[in-house]
Every structure is written in C-alpha cells, then in structure tokens.
C-alpha cells in the first residue's frame, strides 16, 4: 500500500499562483455574497457595507497565523498540520480541525441553498419542499464533476471566477450608477441597529471571507508554496474586499434596509430589478447560480481534500463501508451526505450561524496555539496573533448575544456540537491512539 500518497490525488506544483487565487475566491464569493448580503444588513443596518470592511480586517489579522505556518511547513494537511504542530496529535488539534472540515461542509449547504433560492427566484417560489431538492441537486453535481479528478476543477475554478468577478463587480456598478450614485439603504435608520449588532454582523462577513483557508488547505500542490500560498491569500482577501464592497453598495443603492431585509435571501435579485430592469434581474439570477453552483464545486473538493488528510493523519476514524476508490473518494461521499442533510433541515439563516460559531472556535483554537507554541519558530509577531484572538472572541460574544436573543435554539445546537465534536475526538483517539506512543507530529 506504499502508493497511497499518490492515490489521493495531490500533486506537488499542480496550483499555480492564478489557480490558488481562483480557488480562494472561487469558495469566497460564492457564499459571501449571495447568501450573507441580506444577513449581514440585517444586524448591521445602514452600516452593513463597512462591516464587510471590518469583517475584512478581522480575517486579514486572522490570515497571519495561517500564512507565517503555510510559509514554515506547505502541506496538503493545511489547517490539520497547523494544528497537529501546534497541539501534538491530540483531541485539540483533531477536534478543532474536525469544527474547520465541519465549518466548511457547513459553507457547501449555505450555498446549496442558496442556489436553489435565487433558482426558483424567478418562478416567485420562496419555501416549500423544492428549495431542498435543488440545493441536494447541486451538491450531487459537485460530487460528480469532482469525481472526474483533480484537473477539471481547477480549470472549471478558474473560468468560473472570472465570470463571477468580472459579473459581479459589473452588477455593482450598474446598480450604483443606475441610482445616481444615491445609497437608499441609508435613507431610513432601523431602531434596532445597534453596535453590538454590527460587531455581530462581522461574524457572518467574516465567513464572507473564510474560503481563504481553503488555499492553505493546498499548500503543498501550490508552485513555489513558501511565497504563494501568502500571497495567493492575500490577492484574494483584496479581491474580495472590493466586490463585495460593490455589491453592499450597489444593493443598497437600489433597496432600502426594509427591502433589502425582506429579501434577504435573494437581495442581490432584488435589487437588480429596479436598477437594471427585469433583464438584470434575470442575468442576475444567472450569475448567481453559476457563483454559487461552482461554490459548492470548489468546497466539496476542498473539504473531501481536508477529510482525507485529516484521515491520513490519524485525527478522524475512517470507515469505507464497502465503498470502493481511495479515501478521498470516501471522504467525497462523507461530505455530500452530510451537506445534503443540512440543506434539507436548516434554513440559510440558521446554517450561517452554525457556520459562524464553528468557525470562530476553529479560528481562536488556530490563534492560541500558534501564540502558546510555535511564534517564535516561525518568526510571527505575538501582538499581531493576539490581536486576531481578541478580534475573534468580541465578535463571537457579540453573535452568541445577539443570536440567545432571536434564535437561542441555534446557539444551544452549535455549543452542543462543538462540545461533541471534541467529546467524540478525545474518545476515538484515547481508544486508538494509547496504545502506540506518538513521537513528535
């Protein structure tokens, strides 16, 4: 079984710098921005363009950890090895690693959904059972376009975000422009718009950006991975930045807050219709259903990826049931069935959350280890690291806030799977891993 390694598909110097920064952006801005506009203004009110900026440089603060450990050691394991090297091979660095895998599995059925809603936009259908079926619709077909391998996607990656920059920004702009350059969403103030609300919103714009870490998930397939993976995170956080923020103004150019509000989970459809017309709003409809169809492309691949390393790395039991293939073919079906699950039970609202609070435990976990362990190693400045911590513990108080408030059912749900997620670690490895003493990760 010598040939494992080559049988799970990586392939050193296969992701240039383009196709990283393609990847990154690929699984940012399909989620970001279709699904979490709507989100965001509604905890943000008429500052919800700047909470992208906010949420911006959170992740950018949050960014340095990952890349001064992808500068030190560029693996396939990503956020597995930053954490296996920060924490050893124990119940931390699985569980945490196990929250990132869950977090971004969590992402895949957001846009699922997400697709399916601005779908069926058109037709004025809003609920009922299709939503669902769509979105497990486009997870299969993630499923099967990344069972045809690893080069397909990168080069389907790279066409589609492309189309969707390039689309999205034009949306922006138009809508700007067809306004006046007037922001209506400013227009009105909501009573409720609060400050701790909009340190909230942050927590959904940063999962905006979070498709970051799917580059450090690739650093060894990266060329030239000690300069790349960096930068590659960089180019498309900046990237990012400016869509969005196109978006947030364009939407709120052509909607008020109400409006964009009631919308919230096809506002970019919305408001295309008063600034292009019915022709925009379906181009937009288009737009977003190649965004996020290829969003969900982009994470099943990425989160198969992270599965099977994690599983290779001894932090995850592994169970192929009689399925034939390698283990990242398993890992691809683990992931379709559990993404599809979510579309099927959860609403966009309450799998952003899930998302959210994951997230942000995974992010801090990262954070203190890299502080406790491995700083000086790697050269990483301890005033930046524990800037990114505290940034991301004052954003989690503030959505755990403002969340026990509207939907406390979802803040029970999330503390009870973080808690079994590292409940579940601590007794598969004390079972399995006890018995053989581990050297040094």
């Known amino acids: ?30 989620a970001g921005i279709f699904a979490l506009t709507g989100q965001v203004a509604q905890l943000a009110g008429p500052l919800f363009p700047l909470a992208f900026i906010a949420g ?4 950018s603060f949050s960014a340095y950890s990952y890349v001064k450990m992808s500068n030190a050691w560029p693996s396939a394991g990503g956020i597995g090895m930053i954490l296996q090297k920060c924490y050893g091979p124990g119940a931390v660095a699985a569980g945490a690693a196990l929250l990132m895998a869950l977090s971004m599995v969590i992402a895949e059925s ?18 009922g059972p299709l939503v669902p079926i769509l979105a497990v619709a486009v997870i299969m077909f993630a499923f099967l376009v990344n069972i045809a391998g690893n080069r397909s996607v990168g080069r389907f990656s790279l066409v589609m975000a492309a189309v969707k920059v390039g689309g999205i920004a034009l949306f922006g702009i138009t809508a700007l422009w067809a306004s006046g350059f007037q922001f209506a969403a400013a227009s009105q103030t909501m009573p409720d718009a609060t400050p701790v609300g909009f340190i909230a919103s942050m927590a959904l714009a940063i999962l905006a950006f979070k498709g970051f870490t799917t580059i450090t998930n ?18 498309s956080i900046a990237l ?10 364009g939407v709120g150019a052509s909607l008020t807050l109400d409006e964009i509000v009631a919308a919230r989970d096809y506002s970019l459809a919305e408001a295309a219709r008063p600034a292009l017309g019915q022709a925009g709003f379906y181009l937009t409809v288009v737009l977003a259903a ?34 034939p293939g390698n283990i990242q073919r398993h890992t691809l079906v683990y992931t379709v ?36 362990f491995r700083r000086k190693e790697v ?63």
């Not at 911006?56 to 992740?59: D, L, N, S």
């Open 290 to 323: 190649v965004a996020t169809a290829s969003g969900v492309l982009a994470s099943v691949f990425a989160v198969s990826r992270m599965l099977a390393m994690l599983t290779e790395m001894k932090m995850i039991p592994h169970r192929h049931f009689g399925m």
């Open 218 to 235: 690739s650093g060894a397939e990266i060329t030239d991975p000690h300069r790349n993976v960096g930068r590659a995170i960089v180019i």
């Open 110 to 127: 957001l846009v699922a959904r997400t697709f399916a809603t601005y779908v069926l936009r058109p037709f004025e259908i809003t609920g």
């Open 337 to 372: 069935v559990i993404a599809a699950t979510l579309a099927i039970f959860f609403d966009l609202g309450r799998i952003a959350s899930l998302g959210a609070f994951f997230y942000l435990v995974m992010d801090m976990t990262v954070h203190w280890g890299v502080f406790r």
């Open 56 to 59: 911006a440089i959170v992740t």
């Open 379 to 441: 050269g990483a400045a301890g005033a930046v690291i524990l800037a990114a911590l505290a940034f991301d513990a004052v954003v989690l108080s503030a959505f755990t806030a403002m969340k026990l408030q509207s939907d406390p059912a979802i803040v029970v749900i999330a503390g009870m799977a973080i808690a079994a997620v590292f409940a579940f670690e601590r007794m598969y490895l004390s079972r399995w891993l006890m018995p053989q003493a581990n050297p040094d990760p």
């Open 240 to 249: 990012c930045v400016v869509v969005y923020l196109l978006v947030a103004f």
């Open 1 to 30: 079984m010598q040939h494992d390694h080559k049988d799970s598909g990586y392939r050193k110097g296969s992701i240039t710098l383009g196709g990283a920064v393609a990847m990154g952006t690929g699984v940012m801005i399909g």
